[in-house]
Structures are given as C-alpha cells and as structure tokens.
C-alpha cells in the first residue's frame, strides 16, 4: 500500500515563490520514478513534473519548464516541487505519485488529498 501526502500549497502573488512537498510511504518508493500533477478548476488532471528513482533524470512540461525544479530525497521518502515566478494559471490543486519511469506522465496508486496552490490574478 502507497500513502501519499501533500503539503506546503497556499496563496502567494504571481511572481511568488512556494515549495510543495510530498511525504510517500511504501516499499516503492525507492524503486520508482515520483511525479508531480496538478488539476486546475473545471479541468483534468495534468503532469507538472517527474524524477527518477534515483534523482538522475527530470522532466517537465512546458508549462513547468525554466520555472519548477522537482527534486527527491530517498532518505526521507520525500518528494518536492520548488515553484518559481508563479502565474494566475498555476492555480490548481497539486498531487504527487509514482510513475512507472520519468516520462510516463501518469501517476500509479490512488491519487492523495492534493495540496492547494492559489496565484490571485
């Protein structure tokens, strides 16, 4: 069994900055790929980020890019995603989960409560 825990979302001006973090238990985590989705109002689901099991390799979607930097630490069965120069169109609210591997964009256990990210226009 996969628990997920998001935190650190909250309200910033655009051009703010926050750090998300995610708490994953589970023997897996170790072994897999983490990734970073969102889901705004009225919208679906969309991938943000992903990192290897092993911090080595990232990805992003354009949206991210320049922008989000995701990083992991095994040791602490920790997941984070370092938003910079944020915009009105991040406002959603942010989950994590596994991916299979780094470009999957697809998360594999049951989605976690998400943690709220709002940028005010």
């Known amino acids: 069994q996969v628990q997920l825990v998001e935190s650190g979302g909250g309200l910033v001006q655009a051009g703010g900055s926050l750090r998300l973090s995610c708490a994953a238990s589970?023997?897996?985590?170790?072994?897999?790929?983490m990734g970073w989705f969102r889901q705004a109002p009225g919208k679906e689901r969309e991938f943000v980020a992903a990192?290897?099991?092993?911090?080595?390799?990232?990805y992003y979607a354009d949206s991210a890019k320049g922008r989000f930097t995701i990083s992991r630490d095994n040791a602490k069965n920790m997941v984070y995603l370092q938003m910079n120069s944020l915009k009105p169109e991040d406002t959603a609210v942010y989950y994590c989960?596994?991916?299979?591997?780094?470009?999957?964009?697809?998360?594999?256990?049951?989605w976690g409560q998400g943690t709220q990210v709002t940028v005010p226009s």
């Open positions: 989960n596994a991916q299979r591997e780094v470009y999957s964009r697809s998360g594999l256990y049951a």
């Open positions: 990192i290897s099991w092993n911090g080595g390799s990232t």
């Open positions: 589970g023997r897996t985590f170790r072994s897999n790929a």
